[in-house]
């Protein structure tokens, strides 16, 4: 048996199709390691082997520790690699992406550089969080008007559901105490979200900063993801958390949405959202056209050309 130093690595057709593998791997408190072709995950219960050709984008949690090797067996792979927060609440730092492709980054490029198509992106995107509403025709000033009076709504009616008095939304930057309980837990709950939004991107290869409602930031598409969950899920568990008293709201939030995001599948969701937010009209998110190993060359006519070629002779390399 070769040693791993010795070891052939395999190619991208010899791997396992993107849309075949486990989307998220979520580890945490354990030390990863490497046995052939495979991680080890070792902790005081034993030794788990996971397959790496079959991880999708690997989820490192609180107490984790990986060696260089298992980094090498996951590029080799082709595995994203994420260091998150507590089930993906917090995002940290983030290697290479799931996607040879760049299907997706460039499909984001083209719809986020061109107005039309951007207003087009933040109507679909107030669907997704209204669904009886239709924002067809709506410019954005409507939108954002439209939201803010969705979101007031909102809170009021969460408020109410657990019976707290609701004084508006105050929130200062880097003075998490500054709120009330109800004020502290939209805000831990909308980190939450920020951070799985973050990590979601990153293993999709698309590109952060570039969003279709907020604008201006590193982060401006991942907060444009996470307020698509904001009335849905963040602000509903944010308004029951405070409801149980003052006392520790922001941990117990963010420990309540952990526990949603992972019982109700959000990471795989958040994929499926953003894919069919992106991609043209009549794609399929998971048909797999985003994870092809392909590499062209673009022409002066808006079209790719065969890449491996040599275009001054007309002989291929």
């Avoid at 996607?99 to 109507?123: G, H």
């Avoid at 709504?153 to 109410?160: F, G």
């Avoid at 980190?191 to 979601?200: F, K, R, S």
Wanted: aromatic share 6%.
């Amino acid at each position: 048996m070769p040693t791993v130093s010795t070891r052939r690595t395999s190619s991208p057709r010899q791997l396992t199709r993107v849309g075949d593998r486990l989307s998220f791997v979520y580890l945490e408190r354990c030390t990863v390691h490497r046995d052939a072709n495979a991680i080890t995950a070792e902790d005081g219960e034993g030794v788990t082997h996971i397959p790496s050709a079959t991880i999708g984008t690997l989820l490192l949690g609180p107490g984790t520790r990986i060696t260089h090797q298992a980094m090498s067996v996951l590029g080799e792979s082709g595995a994203g690699v994420v260091w998150v927060g507590e089930h993906g609440v917090r995002f940290y730092a983030g290697g290479r992406s799931l996607s040879r492709s760049a299907t997706l980054v460039e499909a984001q490029a083209e719809r986020w550089a061109n107005r039309r198509q951007r207003l087009d992106v933040a109507r679909a995107m107030y669907r997704m969080r209204f669904p009886d509403e239709d924002p067809a025709g709506c410019t954005r000033q409507q939108l954002l008007g439209m939201e803010g009076t969705r979101v007031k709504d909102c809170y009021r009616r969460e408020a109410a559901r657990v019976g707290l008095t609701w004084r508006g939304r105050h929130y200062v930057p880097g003075d998490f105490s500054s709120g009330d309980a109800a004020n502290q837990g939209v805000t831990a709950a909308a980190q939450c979200l920020y951070g799985i939004a973050q990590a979601v991107i990153a293993a999709l290869g698309c590109a952060p900063g570039l969003g279709f409602v907020h604008s201006g930031h590193e982060l401006a598409f991942a907060l444009d993801v996470a307020d698509l969950y904001k009335t849905e899920l963040g602000i509903p568990i944010a308004f029951d958390a405070a409801a149980e008293g003052p006392e520790d709201v922001g941990a117990r939030t963010r420990r309540a949405v952990r526990d949603q995001v992972n019982a109700g599948g959000l990471l795989d969701r958040c994929v499926s959202d953003i894919k069919h937010l992106l991609l043209p009209d009549g794609a399929s998110p998971g048909t797999g056209a985003e994870d092809t190993d392909r590499v062209t060359l673009q022409s002066d006519r808006g079209t790719d050309v065969e890449s491996g070629r040599n275009y001054a002779h007309g002989v291929i390399w």
